[in-house]
């Protein structure tokens, strides 16, 4: 569900994976890996990508539909 739920918000931001890794201060290879669902971020990843996103953890992680 991550990895869905994060291509989606990407997409409806407009953001290339680069423009979300520079955001994130990580790679775009890590982008790419959490959306093909290889990998999964980090705790604090998780919290920077909730806020890039304007959305909660458990929206990202598919607990919770409610942004």
Same mark, same amino acid.
């Given at each position: 569900?991550f =990895?869905?739920?994060?291509?989606?918000?990407? @997409? #409806? $931001?407009?953001?290339?994976? @680069? #423009? !979300? *890794?520079?955001? !994130?201060?990580? &790679?775009?290879?890590?982008?790419? +890996?959490? #959306? $093909? &669902?290889?990998?999964?971020?980090? +705790?604090?990843?998780l919290i =920077?990508? *909730?806020?890039?996103? #304007?959305?909660?953890?458990?929206? !990202? !992680? &598919?607990?919770?539909?409610? @942004?």
């Amino acid at each position: 569900m991550f =990895d869905v739920r994060l291509k989606e918000l990407r @997409k #409806e $931001r407009q953001l290339s994976q @680069k #423009e !979300l *890794a520079d955001l !994130l201060s990580t &790679g775009q290879s890590s982008i790419s +890996a959490w #959306e $093909r &669902g290889e990998r999964e971020p980090l +705790a604090h990843q998780l919290i =920077d990508l *909730a806020r890039v996103f #304007e959305c909660s953890v458990d929206y !990202l !992680l &598919g607990i919770s539909d409610v @942004k």
